[in-house]
Structures are given as C-alpha cells and as structure tokens.
C-alpha cells in the first residue's frame, strides 16, 4: 500500500461534472493499494498517515499530528505504475478492484476521510500547503 499524503489549505474532488468531496486545512491522501495488502497493512498505513507529524505547532515547526484535520481520501491505482521497463507504465502490481476496493473503504473509515469515487474518473483539485507532501508506504511501522 502506497499514500502519498499531502498538506492541503483545501481540497476537493469532481466526477461528472459535479462536487462528490471537498474538503478544509488538512491532508489530502491518494491511496494505491498492491496486490498483497491486506487489512493488516491496510491499518498500519492509516495509523501511520494519523501520526504523520507534518502540521505546524504553536511555534511554526512541523510537530503536530493530523488530530481533528479533515482527511480526503482518492483511490489512485497509478501510484503501482512501474516503468523500470520502457516508458508505457506496468499496473501489474497493482490489486484489482475487488481487492482494493475494500481495503481503501476500511482506510477511509480509520481516518474518518471523505472520499473520493473508487475507480471512477475524478477530478482532484488541492491547494498543497508548504508545500508537503509524504510518502507512506505498506512497511512502515506505525508511531
């Protein structure tokens, strides 16, 4: 599982035309899950996405967790694109949507996210704040 988590002043997501999702000051998380992951990891990664201490303190230093934040969540497939071979992206180690579909809708329940549309085309618009943005990958140990 990849989350490529970023700090947003806000965030929103669109399909068809109209607004599924939006979101304030909080973090934006696209989520590509792999074929092996499974709950386990799934729970692992959004503990670590929680943790993140990527949030200004009272003295402006990158020390505060996610806490109250909202947290918008897209399922993004692409984020297993390998192109180690070639220039046209391999999605082989991506997990197919039976796979990934729940395990991105337990993700979201553990953060409490808004969400995106899973596997539809969407629309993602944000304004990264910093800008940061972190990835967080399935072997990370949760804080």
Do not use: H
């Amino acid at each position: 599982m990849r989350a490529l988590v970023q700090r947003v002043t806000w965030a929103s997501v669109r399909v068809g035309g109209e607004e599924v999702s939006a979101i304030g000051p909080g973090a934006l998380v696209l989520l590509g899950v792999a074929r092996t992951d499974d709950e386990d990891v799934c729970d692992r990664v959004a503990d670590k996405v929680a943790a993140l201490r990527i949030f200004a303190d009272e003295d402006g230093r990158m020390a505060e967790p996610l806490g109250d934040r909202e947290v918008l969540c897209v399922s993004q497939f692409t984020l297993y694109g390998d192109v180690r071979k070639g220039t046209r992206p391999s999605w082989s180690r991506a997990a197919p949507g039976d796979l990934a579909e729940p395990l991105y809708e337990r993700f979201c329940l553990r953060l409490d996210a808004r969400r995106g549309v899973f596997g539809a085309d969407m629309r993602v618009r944000s304004e990264n704040d910093g800008p940061v943005t972190v990835l967080v990958e399935r072997d990370a140990p949760a804080t």
